[in-house]
């Protein structure tokens, strides 16, 4: 049984990983932390979990998270990096769901999220947990940066279309939608359901911190600078991300069906619809990422739907996906929840 530690327990992305972790058949949880509910059954604060966790949320301590053979940050950008390099020293492997370790340039990190890096050196090494693009060298990783929500179901999306070399860097739009636990379980006044309830806008249409995360996954594999125009949204529901991807095709006999099919034919988590127009209901609470490719009118602009649980394929089951690869075990192993409907 690998032993785990759960760093910000309290957090949405801490109790989808709470959910999913007490179903895996290889994990025993050792310590689960929260500064502000440290002594509080977990059981109290979270009932849906009464029978399945038998502790406390405790204060971090570094001696009983380098007790663990994997901790999972759920925490707010740069709160990893501070207690990384410790727990790696101690032979603890490490998965952060915040952003910290995302960025290949520390500068980019500086710039986008306002403050220094606080290990730079240890970015060369940080794998982009991504199994889709980079299987091999999660396998073999100490320190997973597990991706963004937004920037899974972009990159996703748009893989097989710059992987082959079909469409032109230079012309990209994301234009994604997301739900508002995207935004974290802390109060603010712009979540409450009076604000954006029956309401919808896009936000950071200036810039948004994704932006050079999903640029840099997009540089990988089209082998070229791409210039994208990523605009995100807020819709009034609480799960999913729903991202519409516009490129211009460059080889006008390609055909897209059978080119997502032979990319993606062996990923137990993606899941084509020929034809089809992906709906987050579809994936909700389920570790999928679910795509539709279309060219209408037989133009040649491509269009791409892709859909995920920003708090599951977004999140928490990436990471668990990400830990099972890490430990050698079955990649879909405690991740075969169906979605929930209506
Ligand atoms: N929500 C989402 O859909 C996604 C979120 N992410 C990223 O995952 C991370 C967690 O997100 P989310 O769960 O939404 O966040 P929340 O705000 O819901 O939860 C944050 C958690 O971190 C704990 N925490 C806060 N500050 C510290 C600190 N300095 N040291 C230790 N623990 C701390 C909090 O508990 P306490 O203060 O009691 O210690 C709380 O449990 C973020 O970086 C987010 O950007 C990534 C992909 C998707
Ligand atoms: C709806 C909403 O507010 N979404 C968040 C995305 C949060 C997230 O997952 O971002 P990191 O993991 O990179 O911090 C936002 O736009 O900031």
């Known amino acids: 049984m690998l032993r ?29 932390t929260s500064r502000s509910e440290a002594g509080q059954r977990v059981d109290d604060l979270f009932p849906h979990l009464r029978g399945q966790v038998d502790l406390c949320f405790t204060a971090p301590d570094p001696s009983v998270l380098g007790d663990c053979d994997l901790v999972f940050f759920a925490t707010p950008n740069g709160t ?8 790696l020293n101690l032979g603890t492997r490490v998965i952060d769901l915040a952003a910290d370790f ?16 606080q290990c730079p050196e240890l970015l060369a090494e940080a794998v982009y947990g991504l199994p889709e693009l980079n299987r091999a060298a999660i396998c073999d990783a100490r320190l997973i940066a597990n991706p ?7 990159t996703l999306g748009l893989l097989p279309l710059l992987e082959a070399g079909v469409v032109d860097p230079s012309w990209v739009i994301a234009d994604a939608k997301s739900g508002v636990s995207g935004a974290g ?19 950071s249409v200036m810039g948004h911190r994704h932006s050079p995360e999903i640029t840099q996954n997009l540089a990988h594999f089209a082998g070229a600078e791409v210039n994208l125009t990523f605009v995100p949204h807020l819709l009034p529901m609480i799960r ?34 020929p034809g089809g127009h992906p709906d987050t209901r579809s994936v909700r609470g389920a570790n999928h990422c679910r795509i539709a490719v279309a060219r209408p009118g037989a133009g040649d602009v491509v269009v791409v739907q892709s859909v995920i649980d920003n708090l599951v394929k977004g999140a928490a089951g990436q990471a668990v996906q990400n830990m099972n690869l890490m430990f050698g075990l079955p990649e879909s192993m405690g991740l075969e929840s169906v979605a929930l409907l209506p």
Do not use: N
């Open 4 to 32: 785990v530690g759960i760093v910000g327990g309290t957090g949405y992305t801490g109790a989808e990983l709470l959910r999913i972790l007490v179903r895996h058949p290889e994990v025993s949880l050792h310590a689960i």
């Open 80 to 87: 990893a990096m501070q207690a990384v390099p410790d727990l």
């Open 102 to 117: 995302r960025l290949k340039d520390p500068s980019l990190w500086e710039r986008w999220y306002g403050m220094p890096h």
């Open 148 to 154: 963004g929500c937004y920037p899974t179901a972009v």
């Open 185 to 203: 379980r802390k109060a603010s006044t712009g979540l409450l359901m009076a604000e954006m309830g029956e309401s919808f806008k896009a936000y």
């Open 240 to 273: 999913g991300i729903e991202a519409t991807l516009y490129a211009r095709l460059t080889d006008p006999d390609v055909d897209l069906d059978q080119l997502y099919a032979a990319r993606y034919a062996h990923e137990h988590f993606i899941d084509l619809m």
